[in-house]
């Protein structure tokens, strides 16, 4: 029976990687582009950037609020 299982599980998990359609290289699982390097230099600057920046603008935004 625990034999039974693991040949199902093992059927099961060939059968999903088998389906899958991703394409092999760096960067092509990723759900953003990382061909155009400014524009990826750009947003990443942008989605770090904005994290580092929020705790001061909240900061300042308490301490200007009466």
Known sequence: SLA????SIRRFTTSVVCRSHCEE???????FSV???GRLLLMMTLYFGSGFA???FILKHQLLKN
């Not at 039974?4 to 040949?7: A, F, R, S, T």
């Not at 290289?25 to 759900?31: A, D, E, Q, R, V």
């Open 54 to 56: 929020a705790p001061f």
């Open 4 to 7: 039974l299982c693991w040949d």
């Open 35 to 37: 061909e155009n390097k």
């Open 25 to 31: 290289g760096p960067g092509k699982g990723l759900p």
